[in-house]
């Protein structure tokens, strides 16, 4: 039986597809170029505070991908982010 449980458990892990969550969702949006859609994935996240989604937010305000350019947007996103610690680049890759 536990033989017969174990190998079950295995097949569930196997084939159950990984979870992603809203900010990894946003960067497959990003990556896709549906910049739309990683802003309204991120935004949430930037308002309670997750530095790498209000780092990002930046990036998308400062070259006006999937909203209005908006320069004084983006510098209040960066400042938001640098103030929670984010010191690396954004995470997307353009």
Not at 4 to 28: H, K, M, N, Q, S
């Amino acid at each position: 039986m536990k033989r017969l449980i174990r190998i079950v458990f295995c097949i569930v892990t196997v084939a159950t597809p990984a979870w992603a969550g809203p900010y990894e969702d946003g960067v497959t949006a990003y990556d896709q170029g549906r910049f739309d859609a990683a802003y309204v994935l991120w935004k949430p996240l930037a308002e309670q505070g997750n530095s790498a989604a209000q780092l990002n937010l930046g990036v998308l305000f400062e070259k006006g991908l999937g909203v209005a350019q908006d320069y004084a947007e983006a510098a209040r996103w960066y400042m938001k982010a640098g103030e929670r610690g984010m010191r690396k680049l954004s995470t997307t890759s353009r």
